[in-house]
Nanobody, 124 residues
């Protein structure tokens, strides 16, 4: 069993920054991926970013490329989502997730554990 604890959501102005954290505990192996998805009201959950734990390979959605960074801290089993140049359309509940690094990183089916979600609201 794996537990994912998210923190760092909140309110930001357009152009501002926020950093989300996700700490993983429980049965953790070296060959896995950590990802972030988000879901806005009335919309489907969408991929944001992911990182493979063993190699540090990253993948970003086109909508956040160049603005967001995903950083892993192996010692703390924690992944961060650094969000810069925020836009109102980034407003959503953000979910941390863990899955296998051998799957498609932008496919939610790759992931088997999900956090409870944290709200990010960006005002214009």
């Amino acid at each position: 069993q794996v537990q994912l604890e998210e923190s760092g959501g909140g309110l930001a102005q357009a152009g501002g920054s926020l950093r989300l954290s996700c700490a993983a505990s429980g049965r953790i192996f070296s060959t896995y991926a950590m990802g972030w998805f988000r879901q806005a009201p009335g919309k489907e959950r969408e991929f944001v970013a992911a990182v493979t734990w063993s190699s540090g390979n990253t993948l970003f959605a086109d909508s956040v490329k160049g603005r967001f960074a995903i950083i892993r801290d192996n010692a703390k089993n924690t992944v961060y989502l650094q969000m810069n140049s925020l836009k109102p359309e980034d407003t959503a509940v953000y979910y941390c997730t863990r899955g296998t690094e051998y799957g498609l990183l932008n496919n939610p089916r790759t992931y088997d554990y999900w956090g409870q979600g944290t709200q990010v609201t960006v005002s214009a």
